[in-house]
Nanobody
Framework: QVQLVESGGGLVQPGGSLRLSCAASGSISSIRTMGWYRQVSGNQREQVATFISGGTTNYADSVKGRFSISMDNAKNTVYLQMNSLKPEDTAVYYC???????????????WGEGTLVTVSS
């Protein structure tokens, strides 16, 4: 199994910054992607940013130019630097990893428990 542990959420004023971290652990053989999704109560979970093995990154249009995703492959840890935060960024942020636990196992999607980000004055 793969465990994902998130950290870095909290309360920040509009215009402020936060940095989320997500560390993957377990019997990981390979990671295809790691990324962040967010969900507001009552809404669907939406993709925020994804780091694809090899270095390609994808961002939701709503966060382009403000958020930046990076990954430390040696630590199996992904980071989300969030700048110029807006009240509409308030949500529970979930870490996701698509990984496999052995050379013969399929890639599976794993989720963290989520960390709350609140942007408010």
């Amino acid at each position: 199994q793969v465990q994902l542990v998130e950290s870095g959420g909290g309360l920040v004023q509009p215009g402020g910054s936060l940095r989320l971290s997500c560390a993957a652990s377990g019997s990981i053989s390979s990671i295809r992607t790691m990324g962040w999704y967010r969900q507001v109560s009552g809404n669907q979970r939406e993709q925020v940013a994804t780091f694809i093995s090899g270095g390609t990154t994808n961002y939701a249009d709503s966060v382009k130019g403000r958020f930046s995703i990076s990954m430390d492959n040696a630590k199996n840890t992904v980071y989300l630097q969030m700048n110029s935060l807006k009240p509409e960024d308030t949500a529970v942020y979930y870490c996701n990893a698509v990984a496999k636990i052995g050379p013969w196992s399929p890639y599976r999607s794993y989720w963290g428990e989520g960390t709350l980000v609140t942007v408010s004055s």
